[in-house]
């Protein structure tokens, strides 16, 4: 089981990016999805999150700016980012809590993905 994340870059302040995270391999269910965010010499902080229901939780710091959904159908997580500021940049991380597929007996496991870089120049 992996997750893969794409749709990183760089973006004067007030642009927008749309990050994607693709989960794939053999799983059985995916409960909450999230991006974390983390820049260098601090710790990684949760951006946002969405359960398998679609409620939502977000950072104070982009309440109003970002966008969290997901297709269940396709797996797939993304995360909408609107007026973009420099303290935005930060590696992304794509993480989610699902059931993976096994023979015998299902196994929940907490998956990360490796990560995206955002970058936001003034």
């Known amino acids: 089981v992996q997750l893969v994340e794409s749709g990183g870059g760089l973006v004067q302040a007030g642009g927008s990016l749309r990050l994607s995270c693709a989960a794939s391999?053999?799983?059985?269910?995916?409960?909450?999805m999230g991006w974390y965010r983390q820049a260098p010499g601090k710790q990684r902080e949760l951006v946002a999150a969405?359960?398998?229901?679609?409620?939502?939780n977000y950072a104070d710091s982009v309440k109003g700016r970002f966008t969290i959904s997901r297709d269940n159908a396709k797996d797939t997580v993304y995360l909408l980012m609107n007026r973009l500021k420099p303290e935005d940049k930060a590696g992304h991380f794509c993480n989610a809590g699902l059931t993976k597929a096994a023979i015998g007996a299902n196994r929940d496991l907490e998956v990360w993905g490796q990560g995206t870089l955002v970058t936001v120049s003034s």
């Open positions: 969405i359960t398998s229901g679609g409620s939502t």
């Open positions: 391999g053999s799983i059985f269910s995916i409960n909450a």
